[in-house]
């Protein structure tokens, strides 16, 4: 018995060994000298990182312990990145978890807290005259000199998305606006006086001639006209809402305001600086420079160009605005409720709040992260580090990076008030096609591309075989994913309510690359996309020749152009649910036909050269994609090879569109087995460009079976599964697969307990 009870501790002991924890302790109360301990936490995360560190080089945790940090409740103020490297890493049995100790209780904001006290009613006469005087007694002025809080910069002539210098301000967690006008709306303008772009004299004699029609004197500008410069325009009084016309001839561009604008095109917005104003003749001057310059109209049709006017201290007049007099250090702001026990942040942290730096096998879990100025989390190679049950918000840039390294993971989080793109994936090998295995699973991002308005989605998704699944994606102006690279998979992910503001745009998009091939779209549900008028958005986005994408089992409804192909090759959409969609699928030419295809003056259209650089005619290339081993000797410019097969197309205007090009080359697409159902919709000619001269062809496209009830279990509900009985699910062909709908979307798990409501 003696033997049994002494084997019995041996093993206990040894148990208990391999199962013994560390845990440390931090809390936003802890103090410098601090042990570490429940009883006497940390006060910073860098304390607790080194004793970890001290520890584990000092050899008292062995390399497989397990190590745990505990962050108390409360706010944590980061003034840097608090970074973690190669020495701060876990095993894969024991990672290395930092975790709140209630869920989202602990929180690193970059920046500062303003607190309501330093708020007061304004008296310097200067400043009151400048504001309207309806708004006297609700915007207040706090001197950020007397908390402490450094002066900021002045912004630059131009930039994309977020300004180039902080602060933002947080109003109870909500982003608060700079002062701009209209308040709400866009103003536009139709008449370009100098478009900004390099011209010779035949130019500004055109330039002198649209003066002379609109009635204003030519003024030759002060820059450079052989170089991009600031371009020039005439407002409009009626589009820019004024409530009294001489207001704008208050507007000093000496203090610095700046215009944000779709200057030529709808799907690239940027921040100009304002060089002057001549309020007489309504002439707009830019100093800030565009690229592709000011003016012009869009494919859409849509001729005038639209802007707002911001960083105005004159028109700071409704609640939720806020404007930084940087030169003193004042910030004057009119609340949107009272201020009386609000949080008050100003977001200037422009590094990452958290960098991992070659660290393996970290979590962060159950922790809130923002506001701040930059990104959220940082992940920089690294294997198996994860981001769980988290919150990521109020961010000037993106939410979570993951870039290199392989298998790392981002699930459970909710992201929003996103100023760039959700969450960032990068990796793996394109040479040798070797996979990163990143997965970002069962995330709710929404209200994401809050400054970077456009290419910012909830997610970007680059490299090879990486996985984005079972999210819920949805309230931007652009696109939801911006992806590329080889063997992605993007499954059973909801987005909706995207490409809001914008045009020429598609909620999943990528383009210009014949070598991203092998990604798969598979068992989305992407919905109620772009404005009620908009025929520029589309569903999926193949652009400018891209190849080789599959897009199967999907439901698209109120998609608008929900499949849009333009102008690549071995793309497959089968299996999907169109309904209530402007069109189903588009195939375009503009390989064949756009002067810059391959074109050696424009690197972003040189898609051989691309190819080359990926030795795209040997292995592992040849043998992955040996289709794309020989597009140049089989009409490279064609878009030879697609699938459309086993598609059902329920009440869409257009079923399919073919441009003439394609239509001369049918016999080398594959279209069959498709179903359309019309219910009180006129349908169109199923093939739209040239049908009537292919009508034996055209009986072969489709099965066109009238106004037959779907039979869906409740589409008023937007739930699309098929009834037993369903009179449509009848009539596919025997090889239609179920779309599997009930997997589609978030789901409960031990990193998200509840689901959000349904908005």
């Not at 979570?400 to 390294?405: F, K, R, S, W």
Request: net charge negative.
């Amino acid at each position: 018995m003696t033997r049994i009870i002494l084997i019995c501790c041996v093993i206990c002991f040894v148990f208990n060994i391999q199962t013994y924890a560390v845990d440390f302790y931090v809390s936003p109360d802890g103090k410098p000298e601090n042990s570490g301990t429940k009883s006497e936490p940390f006060g910073t995360l860098e304390s607790a990182r080194d004793a970890v560190r001290n520890a584990r080089n000092s050899k008292s945790i062995p390399p497989d312990e397990s190590v745990t940090v505990y962050l108390a409740a409360g706010k944590y103020f980061l003034n840097k990145s608090f970074e973690l490297k190669q020495e701060d890493s876990g095993t894969e049995k024991n990672p290395v978890r930092y975790c709140s100790e209630t869920p989202l209780g602990a929180e690193l904001i970059g920046g500062f807290a303003v607190p309501v006290s330093a708020f007061k009613k304004i008296e310097e006469m200067a400043i009151l005259k400048r504001l309207d005087p309806t708004v006297h007694d609700n915007v207040f002025v706090a001197d950020l000199n007397a908390l402490n809080i450094p002066g900021m910069k002045q912004w630059g002539n131009q930039f994309k998305g977020r300004p180039d210098a902080p602060p933002e301000l947080f109003f109870n967690e909500e982003p608060m606006t700079v002062a701009r006008f209209p308040n709400h709306a866009w103003a536009g303008f139709k008449t370009t006086l100098d478009n900004g772009m390099p011209h010779d004299e035949k130019t500004e004699e055109s330039n002198k001639k649209v003066a002379e029609k609109v009635g204003v004197a030519f003024v030759h500008p002060e820059t450079d006209t052989k170089k991009n410069h600031g371009g020039s325009f005439l407002y409009d009084e009626q589009t820019l809402k004024l409530r009294d016309p001489e207001r704008i001839a208050r507007w000093n561009p000496e203090t610095g305001i700046w215009l944000f604008g779709y200057w030529t095109h709808d799907w690239s917005d940027e921040v100009l600086k304002v060089a002057s104003i001549d309020s007489k003749q309504k002439i707009m001057t830019l100093l800030g420079v565009h690229g592709y310059g000011i003016g012009g109209q869009s494919w859409t049709g849509y001729s005038e160009r639209r802007y707002f006017v911001m960083n105005l201290l004159e028109e700071l007049d409704t609640p939720g605005e806020w404007y930084l007099d940087r030169q003193n250090n004042h910030l004057y702001f009119y609340p949107p409720n009272d201020l009386s026990g609000s949080a008050i942040i100003l977001s200037t942290l422009e590094q990452p709040l958290v960098l991992l730096n070659g660290s393996n096998f970290v979590r962060f879990q159950g922790i809130s992260f923002g506001p701040t100025f930059g990104n959220g989390i940082d992940i920089r190679g690294g294997t198996k580090n994860a981001v769980l049950a988290c919150r990521i918000f109020a961010t000037g840039r993106t939410g979570i990076t993951l870039n290199g390294g392989t298998t790392n993971l981002v699930r459970g989080c909710d992201l929003y008030h996103i100023g760039s793109t959700g969450v960032s994936i990068n990796g793996g090998d394109r040479k040798t096609l070797t996979p990163a295995g990143h997965r970002a699973v069962n995330n709710h991002i929404h209200h994401f591309g809050r400054l970077y308005r456009t290419y910012s989605g909830a997610f970007s998704l680059h490299g090879v075989g990486n996985i984005v699944q079972n999210n819920r994606i949805h309230d931007a102006p652009h696109l939801a994913i911006a992806y590329g690279g080889n063997e992605n998979r993007i499954e059973r992910n909801e987005i909706y309510r995207v490409v809001q503001e914008t045009s020429d745009a598609g909620a999943l998009y990528t383009g210009r690359d014949w070598t991203t091939q092998g990604n798969m779209i598979e068992e989305n549900y992407i919905h109620d996309l772009g404005t009620s008028d908009s025929h520029g958005t589309m569903g999926v986005y193949l652009d400018d020749c891209d190849c080789g994408d599959t897009i199967r089992r999907n439901v698209f409804y109120k998609a608008s152009r929900a499949v849009f192909i333009g102008g690549g090759r071995d793309n497959i959409a089968e299996n999907n649910l169109f309904i209530e969609c402007y069109q189903g699928i588009s195939l375009d030419s503009r390989g064949m036909t756009w002067k810059q295809w391959n074109s050696p003056n424009d690197s972003s259209w040189q898609l051989e050269r691309k190819a080359q650089e990926l030795n795209y005619q040997n292995p592992p290339w040849s043998e992955r994609y040996p289709k794309l081993a020989t597009i140049m000797q089989n009409e490279p410019k064609a878009p030879l090879g697609c699938v459309f097969q086993r598609n059902v197309m329920i009440d869409c205007k257009q079923w399919i569109h073919l441009d003439n090009n394609v239509l001369k080359l049918l016999e080398q697409t594959n279209l069959k087995d498709n179903i359309i159902v019309a219910d009180n919709v006129v349908v169109e000619n199923t093939v739209k460009s040239d049908a009537d001269k292919l009508p034996e062809k055209e009986k072969t496209l489709q099965k066109y079976v009238g106004s037959v009830e779907p039979g869906f279990t409740d589409q008023d509900k937007q739930d699309f599964h098929f009834k037993p009985d369903s009179p449509l699910q009848k009539l596919l062909p025997e090889n239609f697969e179920p779309i599997p709908f009930e997997k589609i979307g978030l789901f409960i798990d031990q990193y998200r307990t509840s689901l959000p409501k349904n908005n």
